[in-house]
C-alpha cells in the first residue's frame, strides 16, 4: 500500500516537473541557508570556546589605580599601587589557587642576525600555572630564579619561529635590551586570543629579572598587575570581595576613599563573549528560519493548486472507493516528498557552501549530525504541516461533486 | 425468495438550488434480485442519474431507505460508503473516468489498491481482466492510446476487478458509436450471463432492448416496469 502510494506520488511529482522542482527549491534555499548559518553559527561559538579554554579558567586581574594624598590623586605617571607583597598575601586567601605578579612591555629581541619584537611578560612560575600553559620544549623557570633575577626567558612559539627558524631555540642565548638571555623552555601554542593577538608572540622571564634588566623599573617590588585564578567558578566573587578587603586593609585606605586598584574578571569576559556568539548563532539560525518558512508556504501554494486541479482525478478514486484517509494520505505524501526531497538537495548544497566558505576564508564552521537531523525532522514536519490543509481539502470532497468537475 | 441485491423504499433525493429545494428523485421504490439485468430510461432530468449515483453510493439521499445487500446505507458515513463502492459494486460512467496518468493495468489494479491488495496479485487480477475485455496486449499503455470503445471496456475491467456482484452503469455507451456500443453491449451480456446483476441507464431503445428488465422514470418518479418483450437471442 505505501509502496503503491510512494509510487503515485512519484508520479504525481513528475507530471510537473518543472512546478515541482520550483518548489522545492524553495526548501532547497530554506534548509540550505539553516544548514550554512548553522555551520557558521556553532563554528563562531566553538572558536570562542576554543579560545577561552585557552585563555585559563576562573581568572581575575588586579590592577594598580592611582592613589590619592591628601587630595592629589598621582594619576598612572605615580609609581604602581601594588607590590609584590600584595601578591604573597592574597596567595594565603581561602579559594585562591594561584597568584602571579606580572610586569608586561613590548621589546626587541636579537639573535644573531634575527630581530623580533614581541611582548615580554615579568612574572613568577604561577603564571604557567594560572593560565594552564604547558612547555613542550626544555624547562620552566623556578621561584629561585625569581629570588634571584636569573637570566633565563621562556618564549613562544611565534618567537621561537621567528627568531630562531629551525634552529632548537633551548639552551640558545638571545638579548633582550641588550642584555643576554638563556632559553630554557618553548610554551606550547595557544593561538590567538579573543581580542585576536597572537597569544604564543610572548617570552615570559623572571618578574624580578624584567623589572632589573628589562623594564627598568624605579619601583622595585611594585607591579602594575596581579593576577589571580581563584578555585572554582563559584568561589571567584567571594574571592574577589575578600581581595578587595585584603588590599584595602594592607594599603590602608579609610572607609569613603577609593579603591587604589582595579579588578576585571577575565572568566566573566570571556562568557560574555560566549554568550554574544551563542545568541548570534541563534539569531542567525532564526534568520534562516524564515526561508524555510517561506519554502513551506510555496509548498502549500502548489499542493493547493494540485488538488483544485485534479479535483476530477479525486472524485474517480472515491468513486472506487478511496476512503477519505487515503486521499488525505495522498496528498500529505506528496508534500512531504517533495519537502524531503528539497531538504536533501539543500542539505548538500548547505554542507558544500559551508565547507567552500571554510576553505575560501578559513571561517572555522562546525557541521554536526544534529542539524541535519533537525533540518530532516523540519523537512517531514514543514511538509505536514503546510501539506495538510491542502490534503484535508482533498479528502474532504464530496465524490459526486468531485466526479462532476470539469 | 432471494435476498435482493438492491431494494430501495420511499427513496428521495432534493438538491439545494438558489431557487430552494429541487426534488430530482420523489420516493421511488424498486427491488433488485441477483442475475437481473436492468435498463433505466427516461427522459433528460428525470432522476436516472441522481438515482444511480444514489444506488452507486456516490450520494446519499435526502428520504426513504437503500438496502444494498440486506444492509441499509442511507446513513452510513462516507469511509463505509467508500468500503462499499470498492467491495460490493462497480460503477461505469458515461466518460469513462480513467485517470490520464496510469497504465491502462494500473487503472485497471487501483481499486485493489484501496481494498489493501498486494502487488503481485494487484497485477496478476488486473491482467487477468484486461485479458477477459480483450484488451491484454494494453497492459502498458496510457488511456490516451486507445479508443472510446476500448476504454469503456478498461473501465469495465476495473469495475469487474474487485469481483463485485453489481454493476452500475449511467450511460456507458453515451460517447461511443453504435457499433462499439454494440460491443460494450455484448460485454454486459456476457457478465450477466456469469450471473452478475446489472443496471444500466441509456436512452436508446435498442441498447435497452439487451436488458431483461426496463424500468421507466419521468419527473423523479417510475412511471413503468416490465420486462423486455423481445429478449435478445
Ligand atoms: N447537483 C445538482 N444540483 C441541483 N440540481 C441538480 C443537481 N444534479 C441534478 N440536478 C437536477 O435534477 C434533475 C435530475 O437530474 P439527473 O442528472 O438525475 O437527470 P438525468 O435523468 O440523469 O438526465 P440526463 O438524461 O440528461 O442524464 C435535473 O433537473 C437536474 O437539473
Ligand atoms: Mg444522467
Given amino acids: 500500500m505505501l509502496k503503491a502510494m510512494l509510487g503515485e506520488a512519484w508520479l504525481a511529482m513528475g507530471a510537473n516537473r518543472l512546478r515541482t522542482a520550483l518548489t522545492m527549491l524553495g526548501m532547497v534555499i530554506g534548509v540550505g541557508a539553516v544548514v550554512i548559518m548553522m555551520a557558521i553559527g556553532q563554528g563562531a561559538q566553538y572558536a570562542v570556546q576554543q579560545t577561552i579554554s585557552t585563555m585559563g579558567s576562573n581568572l581575575f586581574i588586579v590592577l594598580s589605580g592611582s592613589f590619592t594624598t591628601a587630595g592629589v590623586r598621582s594619576g598612572s605617571a605615580g609609581g604602581p599601587t601594588l607590590n609584590v607583597a600584595d601578591g604573597e598575601a592574597m596567595a594565603e586567601l581561602d579559594g585562591v589557587a594561584n597568584v602571579a605578579p606580572t610586569h608586561q612591555g613590548s621589546r626587541q629581541l636579537v639573535y644573531g642576525a634575527q630581530n623580533w619584537s614581541t611582548q615580554v611578560v615579568g612574572t613568577t612560575p604561577a603564571y604557567l600555572e594560572a593560565r594552564a600553559w604547558n612547555i613542550v620544549n626544555g624547562a620552566g623557570f623556578g621561584d629561585s630564579d625569581v629570588r634571584s633575577s636569573t637570566r633565563v626567558a621562556i618564549i613562544g612559539k611565534t618567537v621561537a619561529e621567528n627568531l630562531f627558524g629551525a634552529e632548537d631555540p633551548v639552551g640558545k642565548t638571545m638579548r633582550i635590551q641588550q642584555n643576554p638571555f638563556l632559553v630554557i623552555g618553548v610554551l606550547g601554542s595557544k593561538g590567538q586570543n579573543l581580542d585576536g593577538r597572537d597569544q604564543d608572540d610572548t617570552v615570559i622571564i623572571p618578574l624580578t629579572t624584567a623589572q632589573r634588566k628589562v623594564f627598568g623599573t624605579p619601583f622595585l617590588g611594585s607591579v602594575r598587575m596581579i593576577m589571580v585564578q581563584a578555585d572554582s567558578a563559584e568561589g571567584m566573587p567571594k574571592v574577589m570581595d575578600n581581595v578587595t578587603s585584603l588590599l584595602r586593609q594592607r594599603h590602608r585606605l579609610r572607609e569613603g576613599t577609593p579603591d587604589d586598584f582595579f579588578m576585571r574578571n577575565l572568566s566573566a569576559a570571556a562568557e560574555s563573549e560566549a554568550e554574544t556568539t551563542r545568541t548570534m548563532s541563534i539569531l542567525l539560525g532564526a534568520i534562516a528560519s524564515i526561508s524555510l518558512l517561506v519554502g513551506g508556504i510555496g509548498i502549500m501554494n502548489i499542493m493547493l493548486v494540485s488538488v483544485t486541479e485534479r479535483t476530477r482525478e479525486i472524485g474517480i478514486r472515491m468513486a472506487i472507493g478511496a476512503r477519505q484517509k487515503d486521499i488525505l494520505s495522498q496528498f500529505l505524501l506528496e508534500a512531504v516528498m517533495i519537502s524531503f526531497a528539497g531538504c536533501l538537495l539543500g542539505l548538500l548544497i548547505g554542507l558544500a557552501v559551508a565547507l567552500g566558505i571554510n576553505l575560501f576564508t578559513g571561517m572555522v564552521i562546525v557541521i554536526s549530525g544534529s542539524a541535519a537531523l533537525i533540518a530532516f525532522a523540519v523537512a517531514a514536519g514543514v511538509g505536514i504541516f503546510f501539506g495538510w490543509y491542502p490534503a484535508q481539502k482533498a479528502a474532504q470532497l464530496d465524490p459526486i461533486e468531485a466526479l462532476r468537475y470539469q | ?233
Avoid at chain 2, 7 to 12: E, P, S, T
Fill in chain 2, 1 to 233: 425468495m432471494t435476498e435482493s441485491v438492491i431494494r430501495v423504499v420511499g427513496l428521495g433525493k432534493s438538491y439545494a438550488t438558489a431557487a430552494g429545494l429541487f426534488p430530482a428523485l420523489k420516493g421511488v421504490d424498486l427491488d433488485i434480485q441477483p442475475g437481473e439485468y436492468i435498463a433505466i430510461m427516461g427522459p433528460s432530468g428525470s432522476g436516472k442519474s441522481t438515482f444511480m449515483n444514489l444506488l452507486g453510493c456516490l450520494d446519499t439521499p435526502t428520504m426513504g431507505d437503500y438496502f444494498l445487500a440486506g444492509n441499509n446505507v442511507a446513513h452510513m458515513d462516507k469511509d463505509a460508503l467508500a468500503i462499499l463502492r470498492n467491495r460490493t459494486l462497480g460503477f461505469v460512467f458515461q466518460g469513462f473516468n480513467l485517470l490520464p496518468r496510469m497504465s491502462l493495468q494500473d487503472n485497471v489494479a487501483l481499486p485493489l489498491v484501496y481494498a489493501g491488495v498486494d502487488k503481485e496479485t494487484r497485477q496478476a487480477r488486473a491482467r487477468e481482466l484486461l485479458g477477459k475485455v480483450g484488451l491484454g496486449q494494453y497492459a502498458e499503455s496510457l488511456p490516451s492510446r486507445i479508443s472510446g470503445g476500448q476504454q469503456q471496456r478498461v473501465a469495465i475491467a476495473r469495475a469487474l476487478v474487485n469481483s463485485p456482484r453489481l454493476i452500475l452503469a449511467d450511460e456507458p455507451t453515451g460517447n461511443l458509436d453504435s457499433h462499439t456500443s454494440e460491443e460494450i453491449m455484448r460485454l454486459f451480456g456476457e457478465l450477466n450471463a456469469e450471473g452478475i446483476t446489472i443496471v444500466l441507464v441509456t436512452h436508446e431503445p435498442d441498447i435497452a432492448a439487451h436488458a431483461k428488465r426496463q424500468v421507466k422514470f419521468l419527473d423523479g418518479q417510475i412511471i413503468s416496469d416490465h420486462l423486455t418483450e423481445h429478449a435478445p437471442a
